[in-house]
């Protein structure tokens, strides 16, 4: 499936193509500080299918508990991340399905560290939604 991704602001653009039936959230607790929220939506592309189409992201090198490195990319000007991957040998971007014109389309399949979760993010159906703010 073809995908088309942007930033907040606009300035960073792309595309790639993605397997919708690989979305998967993350519950480790670098997701939950790099989104600033209980966990991270996201979908592997294939580095060959991904292409920055406007702008250039600003970049940062994590070092995970396994020891492991991964590259974070972001927007320079409004902070919005887009996509994630292995500071070598890069064969897949981790991109943040919240950033893709698609998202809705997009249900995740699998939930990975599911010990760091938050206690309340399992179901949400019980607290009260309004539409709109």
Known sequence: MKVEGRCHCGRIRYEAEIDPATVGICHCSDCQMLTGSAYRVSVPAPAASFRLTSGAPKAYVKTAD???KRVHS???DCGTPIHAAALENTATYSLRV???AQRHE???VRQIWCRSA???SGSLAAIPQKPGQ
């Open 118 to 120: 938050l206690p309340w």
């Open 106 to 108: 997009l249900r995740p």
């Open 66 to 68: 396994s020891g492991n």
């Open 74 to 76: 972001f927007c320079p």
């Open 98 to 100: 919240g950033c893709l």
